[in-house]
């Protein structure tokens, strides 16, 4: 039976004789350990921002547009013909299944001007469900009242953006801006909701959407909207919804069988799913990749086992002649192999969480570490040891003592 205990302590032995062979020896698994917790890290942490933005933007909803205007045969895009109405955003409340709110919205960029201080920005007109479906949180002052919109009153709610360039650090409420040339009253502020992608979702104002009809934007077609967001119950019912929608507007604005739609519809729900399966693809794909230093960190250990083989083939004979066995002069070599793989690996489990953690410092992003990464890499990296020091370990007992004794 195999002394474990003696041939561990003969390995540790072994590799204390050449330590700066056998620390060059485990830098490969310590890059290769690294790279994975580090490459899954960031993927993990740009998988959660993304769930984040999504959620701040709302959740389980549906897009709908208006159609597409096209000037000397170009298509000026969606939302550019006048198709979509607040009458339609009533009849889809009523009669769509699985609807929790319905928020029209009529949009368009406006200069905006507060004394001497002006900003290019998108004014929205809205209806007070409107902050409920985009998850908008008023931070101070109040939001719209149903007299608001009965009155068309010039009312506004400002974003964190708006107030910072406008007011700077005097406080915006009861304030008069001009939103174009017409004069508005600052009745509340937004709760901050930062940068999705290129776009920054504080940088807006909200007005009434009878406001923004009548005094603001003007249209040749009253009661007009440039889109309808609708708040689904749940992600099963935003598909109930989306078909009811769908059937709901198209006979609104009488299309025929073969007629196509004169509006769009999207679901986030689709978007959110795709976006997740993007950065969790593009997470396995850098992890792979940082995989591959694993497999050069085996590599380096067999070749290194190999030299210390041969090195070694005095010292194999001896211990076969006083008794070892072949089984013997594995283990030794394969623990060895496998006791520089761990140490690798515990020495790049640690470096990869520091390294990640600077990362997300340094570049203010991310980062998200877990238990699970860490087992997976560091198990992996004994796996390698224990695969590419076999061959080696190997070769050493197949070695004849008496030849061995006689290698110079």
């Known amino acids: 039976m195999i002394d474990f205990k003696s041939t561990l302590k003969i390995a540790l032995n072994s590799l204390k004789v050449n330590k700066?062979?056998?620390?060059?020896?485990?830098?490969?698994?310590?890059?290769?350990?690294?790279?994975?917790?580090?490459?899954?890290?960031?993927?993990?942490?740009?998988?959660?921002?993304?769930?984040?933005?999504m959620e701040s933007m709302g959740s389980n909803l549906l897009t709908i547009r208006s159609a597409t205007a096209k000037t000397g045969g170009v298509?000026?895009?969606?939302?550019?013909?006048?198709?979509?109405?607040?009458?339609?955003?009533d009849a889809i409340k009523k009669q769509s299944r699985g609807v929790e709110a319905v928020a029209p919205v009529l949009n368009s960029s406006k200069q905006v001007m507060y004394g001497n201080q002006n900003w290019s920005t998108t004014v929205y007109g809205i209806t007070t469900p409107y902050l409920y479906v985009k998850n908008y949180e008023i931070n101070s002052g109040r939001p719209f009242v149903k007299d608001d919109d009965l009155n068309a009153a010039k009312v506004a709610i400002i974003g964190s953006t708006i107030e910072k360039e406008l007011f700077g650090d005097v406080n915006s409420l009861d304030k008069t801006i001009r939103i174009g040339n017409v004069p508005f009253k600052v009745i509340g502020t937004l709760k901050s909701k930062g940068q999705m992608?290129?776009?920054?979702?504080?940088?807006?104002?909200?007005?009434?959407?009878?406001?923004?009809?009548?005094?603001?934007?003007?249209?040749?077609?009253?009661?007009?909207?440039?889109?309808?967001i609708v708040k689904a119950k749940s992600i099963e019912d935003s598909?109930?919804?989306?078909?009811?929608?769908?059937?709901?507007?198209?006979?609104?604005?009488?299309?025929g069988k073969t007629q196509e739609d004169d509006f769009q519809i999207r679901n986030s729900a689709e978007f959110q799913e795709k976006m997740k399966s993007t950065v969790q693809t593009f997470a396995i794909?850098?992890?792979?990749?940082?995989s591959v230093s694993l497999i050069v960190g085996g590599i380096g250990i067999m070749n290194i086992m190999l030299v210390s083989v041969t090195e070694r083939t005095k010292e194999i004979g001896i211990r076969m002649a006083i008794g070892a066995r072949a089984q013997d002069?594995?283990?030794?070599?394969?623990?060895?192999?496998?006791?520089?793989?761990?140490?690798?690996?515990?020495?790049?489990?640690?470096?990869?969480?520091?390294?990640?953690?600077?990362?997300?410092?340094?570049?203010?992003?991310?980062?998200?570490?877990?238990?699970?990464?860490?087992?997976?890499?560091?198990?992996?990296?004994?796996?390698?040891?224990?695969g590419f020091g076999y061959y080696p370990a190997y070769k050493a007992s197949l070695l004849n003592p008496i030849d061995a004794l006689r290698y110079e």
């Not at 830098?27 to 890290?41: K, S, T």
């Open 20 to 53: 700066m062979r056998s620390a060059l020896t485990s830098l490969g698994i310590i890059i290769g350990v690294a790279a994975v917790i580090i490459m899954l890290a960031i993927g993990s942490g740009a998988n959660k921002q993304v769930q984040a933005n």
């Open 75 to 89: 298509s000026m895009g969606m939302g550019t013909k006048p198709t979509l109405s607040i009458k339609d955003a």
């Open 197 to 228: 992608g290129p776009m920054d979702q504080d940088d807006l104002i909200f007005i009434p959407i009878t406001t923004a009809q009548r005094k603001v934007f003007g249209t040749d077609f009253p009661g007009s909207v440039n889109q309808i």
């Open 239 to 255: 598909t109930i919804a989306q078909s009811d929608i769908r059937e709901i507007l198209r006979r609104r604005h009488n299309l």
């Open 285 to 290: 794909l850098l992890a792979s990749i940082a």
């Open 329 to 386: 002069i594995r283990m030794q070599f394969l623990i060895e192999a496998l006791v520089l793989s761990l140490l690798g690996g515990l020495i790049g489990v640690i470096s990869g969480i520091v390294i990640a953690l600077l990362v997300g410092v340094l570049f203010n992003t991310a980062i998200v570490i877990t238990i699970s990464p860490i087992l997976l890499s560091f198990g992996f990296s004994g796996l390698v040891g224990i």
